[in-house]
T-cell receptor, first 114, second 118 residues
Framework: AQSVTQPDIHITVSEGASLELRCNYS??????LFWYVQSPGQGLQLLLK??????LVQGIKGFEAEFKRSQSSFNLRKPSVHWSDAAEYFC????????????FGTGTQLKVEL | EPEVTQTPSHQVTQMGQEVILRCVPI?????FYWYRQILGQKVEFLVS????????KSEIFDDQFSVERPDGSNFTLKIRSTKLEDSAMYFC????????????????FGSGTQLSVL
């Protein structure tokens, strides 16, 4: 079965600094990969997804992620973090033939210092 | 952007009581889902629903759980006899054409219902 690991439970960055959130997946074939963000009191919002093609994926709010098959990773990046980016970030994987079921990681809580 | 709406945002119940969590998916969507997140743990898939029947369910979704689309707009999750370990945030989600993973379709999530079982 597929799984997702987000090794960092909490990350703190200064506003304006760059950000990288790590995500590793386990699955035998090419997965579908997602990043979601959850702000307090809000639902899960899709930032970006990878399902084929270019391994560098651009998302909303200035985020991007790169699929690296050799490392089984799909890390999320942003060149300059804004205070409003403080939220919880979830990496998720879906698989061929798995319907629309997503398997989520445990999340990374991002704190932004002003 | 269209929204999935969940009510109530918080629900407190006594162990053994029945609860119904309500969701209004996006109006032209065809596929509906429930996920849950126990505090400090992963978001877990519970069930998917299409064409008025369950299309997939996880091992968590036992006989205590049921889903229903009672009318053209609502999608409900019922827990028949709640247990302490059912305390979690429950998320409803919906998608359009269903092949959300392999196309540009998106899975839209609601803001969740926090269920506390005492």
């Amino acid at each position: 079965a597929q799984s997702v690991t987000q090794p960092d439970i909490h990350i703190t960055v200064s506003e304006g600094a760059s950000l990288e959130l790590r995500c590793n997946y386990s699955y035998g074939a090419t997965p579908y990969l997602f990043w979601y963000v959850q702000s307090p009191g809000q639902g899960l919002q899709l930032l970006l997804k990878y399902f084929s093609g270019d391994t560098l994926v651009q998302g909303i709010k200035g985020f991007e992620a790169e699929f690296k098959r050799s490392q089984s990773s799909f890390n999320l990046r942003k060149p300059s973090v804004h205070w409003s980016d403080a939220a919880e970030y979830f990496c998720a994987v879906g698989v061929t033939g798995g319907g629309n079921k997503l398997t989520f990681g445990t999340g990374t809580q991002l704190k932004v210092e002003l | 952007e269209p929204e999935v709406t969940q009510t109530p945002s918080h629900q407190v119940t006594q162990m053994g009581q029945e609860v119904i969590l309500r969701c209004v998916p996006i109006s032209n969507h065809l596929y509906f889902y429930w996920y849950r997140q126990i505090l400090g743990q992963k978001v877990e898939f519970l069930v998917s629903f299409y064409n008025n029947e369950i299309s997939e369910k996880s091992e968590i979704f036992d006989d205590q759980f049921s889903v229903e689309r009672p009318d053209g707009s609502n999608f409900t999750l019922k827990i028949r006899s709640t247990k302490l370990e059912d305390s979690a945030m429950y998320f409803c989600a919906s998608s359009g054409a269903g092949a959300a993973l392999a196309t540009n379709e998106k899975l839209f999530f609601g803001s969740g219902t926090q269920l506390s079982v005492l």
